[in-house]
């Protein structure tokens, strides 16, 4: 099978006034086959939502893409034109901002926004656009179509906001869905809601999808694969079912150690909870060596030194650690 | 931790109403408490879960003076201060301080974090120019932050280290009472547990009194004694953690529970 | 919506009256009246100074005059002038129609002009053309409006491109209705200009502002990820989302549409309400002076107006608006 997406030796920065760049994103590589959900695991100061924004060329104007590619049926998206990534851009590829209540123009009501994406990527009459909104809606909204369509997004809660936001994306029939922390502002059953629906969406339209997020329960039985970001570099790639159960890179246990969990009979009430010391979004990265070292409670010599190579722990798993190698 | 017998705040049938205008023009009535009863001990954490627009949030602004309720009462340590004038709740409102979800939005980006500190410490007025500063650095090393961060500006600061900022501002009066009002949602899974430990570290030491509002199960489950499920304003289940959690009695509560994402959980059939 | 726009309508009238009320107050108790140059003249004897008094009623009680003069209003006279020994009313209507002639020219003409540049503007925020064309209108802000004015008139007398002043050419009359527009036009250039130049760095200051700070929204961004092309995003996305302060800005714009322009009519010597007024205030012919005041306030609460109609027209969110109880 052909990868949809083929990322190489992504490197992303950002200028910063008067200092050095700073690097968001160093060396990430990773293929997307079609119809998979990669899950990308990442906190504040991991890079994660540069990775989304630099695939479309989405970043702010002081960020740069310094090296990389990014080939997505045939083309690279880090060197297209900026007429071609229009083309692309909800047509073939579509973001799903987080944020559903301010990704939604204010006072344009929701049916029209849908319309707007039609119109921008379809050059047909009205009355085909105004019936494939229709479409894409009813998808979306079973029930309620007329309603939600002629609603201000003031008027809809936040689970019906981001459905808006998902028929936006999904209206012009892209192959590749790439969602930015789509349900961090929802409640849990809400949020569980809209993984059905991105899990409908893969099903039925055979869309594959990049899902982001920092919350790892979300993409339990949900994502096929998972690729943990950890100071804009990959710590693990692999399977989901594998790295949620047992992960291999400290960074990833010492995540899921730190989640409080109501599992089996225990309820771990009154007990603390064990942490990782200190603030990745904040501090800035070490000059050399693993990224994670000095927050890394099973660090080693090497660590300081130089960065870990991948090393592969199986055909599909993927970890940048000492402990295993490189 | 020494209870006393007294509940440190007592809510009776608390209802709170809303007029809106939809978007006919007319004018509707919204009930976001619809009569909402519970105590809670001192030194005691109750959580109050729900789905959004249960009105958990709702019930932490009047319960913090916020908002004035529409009927009801609000017995803390023994005064009802919901009935109380402007003039006396002033008194009182040291005594419970609340703690937002967005601390960006509760903390003046304008300021320095030496500013924010002080300014609940020059309004209350007890101590000279002189003993602030001291204060103030006492304060941050309380919720771990160091004293180099009195000159940063809150823009500056990561989420965790700003909610951390949000607690030591609201410790500065020496509350009774915190509610943490999605204090945690916004942050990431590992700032979580640190600030969800420094959280029961301040209520071990300092004997505080936590209303812990969230939509996290699993959080709440791991900081609150007691928990209570709200649903559209009403309260349908209340008691003991372990209790409420493992032998669920009614419907909203199960379907909370199962819609809990967790890490354990194996591919599930689609809800319908 | 309707008990919006009533409560409004109320507000506008109240407003009204209180102005009306006040404006008469200020003139009468401001020392002097129209006849005192007459007094002066030895040639006209107390007595007839008496009896012009009696028949302007001068000599009565304020409260008597004010509610006269508000039955006048009411019949569509608005009181009598002195000097012009008539009716107030046809003589303001018709200076009005031709300050409006200008200010309607010169405030459409300057939005269309600040809104695409402002767009433009806001685009490039913080770079170089964009920090060219904020130091132009600063400078053209910073420049008094009657330089402006007596500049372009320079221009006009140097150049002997435009007329040196008025509305018409003394053989108007005799001009064909493609020759009188014609010569209309001529007559409103610089003037027009004057007025479009001191209005414009303000608006374009404001567009851009409002213009650059949504451009940002997260909705822009996610517009833009849609594949939405620039130019809708632009005008479609950004500028209507930005409409809020923009629309607070045009009732201002109509409200000033008559009391703006008093300095560049006097300067150019347009036959607007400026003149008249100036003439009026000067010489204590009272009730052009109160009636002036009035018709200007008319537009500027009539500016707020539709202000509020636009804004409840355009941002939905304002029109659910929740109470507590």
Request: aromatic share 6%; proline share 6%; with cysteine.
């Amino acid at each position: 099978m052909v990868p949809i997406l083929e990322v190489q030796d992504l490197h992303v920065s950002y200028n910063s006034s008067g200092g050095a760049p700073y690097s968001a994103l160093a060396g990430v590589s990773f293929q997307l086959m079609p119809k998979e959900i990669l899950g990308v695991l990442g906190e504040s100061g991991s890079g994660k939502s540069t990775l989304a924004t630099s695939l479309l060329r989405l970043l702010p104007s002081n960020g740069n893409i310094s090296s990389g590619t990014a080939f997505f049926e045939g083309k690279d998206l880090l060197q297209a034109s900026v007429g071609e990534l229009e083309q692309i851009r909800g047509k073939r590829i579509s973001l799903v901002y987080q944020e559903p209540s301010v990704a939604l123009h204010p006072t344009i009501r929701a049916g029209r926004q849908v319309l707007h994406v039609l119109a921008a990527h379809e050059s047909e009459r009205k009355s085909t656009l105004v019936r494939k909104r229709r479409q894409v809606l009813s998808s979306l909204f079973p029930e309620d179509v007329d309603r939600i369509s002629n609603s201000y997004p003031h008027q809809l809660s936040g689970g019906q906001r981001q459905r808006v936001l998902i028929a936006q994306a999904i209206a012009c029939g892209p192959s590749l869905l790439i969602a930015d922390e789509p349900t961090s502002s929802l409640d849990p059953a809400t949020q569980m809601e809209i993984l059905d629906v991105f899990r409908t969406l893969r099903d039925e339209l055979g869309l594959a999808m990049i899902f982001i997020t920092h919350n790892p329960a979300l993409l339990a039985g949900f994502a096929d694969r998972v690729l943990v970001l950890y100071g804009g570099r990959i710590a693990e790639l692999g399977p989901a079912g594998t790295i949620l159960s047992l992960p291999r890179h400290p960074y990833a246990k010492a995540l899921f150690q730190s989640m409080p969990a109501i599992s089996g009979d225990k309820t771990n009430n009154g007990k603390k909870l064990p942490v990782i010391t200190g603030d990745s979004s904040s501090a800035p990265l070490p000059r050399q060596g693993c990224v994670f070292e000095p927050r890394c409670p099973e660090r080693m010599e090497d660590c300081r030194k130089r960065e870990p190579a991948a090393v592969n722990l199986s055909e599909s798993h993927t970890v940048f650690c000492f402990k295993y190698g490189g | 931790m020494a209870t006393n017998m007294e509940p440190i705040l007592r809510v009776e049938k608390l209802v709170k109403k809303y007029q809106r205008k939809n978007s006919a023009g007319s004018s509707e009535e919204l009930v976001a408490l619809g009569g909402v009863s519970f105590a809670v001990a001192q030194g005691t954490t109750l959580a109050v879960v729900g789905e959004s627009g249960s009105g958990k949030s709702t019930l932490g602004f009047c319960i913090s003076c916020l908002e004035n309720p529409t009927t009801g009462s609000i017995w803390f340590e023994g005064r009802d201060i919901a009935v109380l004038t402007e003039n006396e709740r002033r008194h009182i409102r040291p005594q419970i301080q609340l703690i937002f979800q967005d601390p960006s939005n509760s903390l003046n980006p304008r300021w320095r974090v030496q500013e924010i500190l002080l300014e609940p410490l020059i309004l209350q007025g007890k101590l000279t120019r002189e003993e602030m500063k001291p204060r103030a650095v006492a304060l941050l090393a309380q919720v771990g932050l160091s004293s180099d961060m009195l000159q940063r500006s809150p823009a500056k600061l990561s989420g965790g280290q700003r909610q951390r900022l949000a607690i030591a501002r609201a410790l500065a009066l020496e509350p009774k009472l915190l509610i943490l009002d999605e204090a945690l949602s916004a942050l990431d899974c590992s700032i979580q547990a640190q600030i969800a430990n420094l959280l029961m570290e301040l209520q071990r030491k300092l004997g505080m009194t936590y209303l812990f509002i969230t939509h996290d199960l699993a959080m709440a489950a791991h900081l609150a004694d007691e928990i209570a499920v709200m649903y559209r304003g009403r309260i349908m289940e209340q008691g003991p953690t372990r209790k409420v959690l493992r032998c669920p009695t009614e419907e909203i509560t199960k379907n909370l529970l199962a819609a809990m994402p967790s890490l354990d959980r194996a591919a599930r059939p689609p809800l319908d | 919506m309707m008990r919006f726009f009533l409560r409004r309508l109320r507000h506008a009238l109240f407003l009204l009256a209180g102005v009306s009320i006040l404006a008469f107050l200020f003139t009468t108790l401001a020392p002097g009246n129209y006849f005192d140059e007459m007094r002066l003249n030895p040639q006209i004897s107390p007595e007839t100074l008496a009896a012009l008094r009696a028949q302007y009623q001068l000599d009565k009680p304020l409260a008597l005059r004010y509610a006269s003069w508000m039955n006048s209003v009411l019949h569509g006279q608005m009181g009598f002038s002195f000097a012009y020994n008539g009716p107030v009313a046809p003589l303001l209507f018709v200076r009005a129609r031709n300050t409006l002639l200008l200010t309607i020219t010169a405030t459409l003409i300057a939005w269309v002009i600040a809104l695409p540049l402002g767009v433009w503007s806001a685009e490039r925020y913080g770079r170089l053309p964009d920090r060219l064309l904020s130091w132009a209108a600063a400078g053209l802000l910073v420049i008094p409006d009657l330089a402006l004015a007596l500049g372009l008139l320079v221009l006009a007398v140097r150049t002997g491109w435009f007329p040196t002043g008025g509305m018409t050419s003394l053989d108007f009359e005799s001009l064909s209705f493609g020759g009188k527009v014609r010569d209309l036009v001529w007559h409103m250039t610089l003037p027009v200009a004057a007025l479009v130049f001191s209005a414009l760095p303000l608006l374009l200051r404001h567009v851009r502002a409002a213009v650059a700070e949504v451009l940002d929204a997260p909705f822009v961004l996610a517009a833009k990820g849609h594949g939405i092309p620039r130019r809708t995003l632009l005008y479609r996305y950004a500028l209507r989302a930005a409409a809020n302060p923009l629309i607070s800005l045009f009732g201002f714009s109509v409200g000033a549409l008559l009391s703006g322009s008093l300095l560049v009519e006097v300067v150019m010597s347009w036959p607007g309400l400026g003149p008249l007024l100036l003439e009026s205030i000067l010489s204590r012919d009272l009730y052009i002076v109160i009636g002036g005041v009035l018709l200007s306030t008319l537009f500027l609460v009539g500016g707020n107006f539709l202000a509020d109609i636009l804004l409840y027209w355009a941002d939905p969110r304002i029109r659910t608006e929740t109470v507590a109880r």
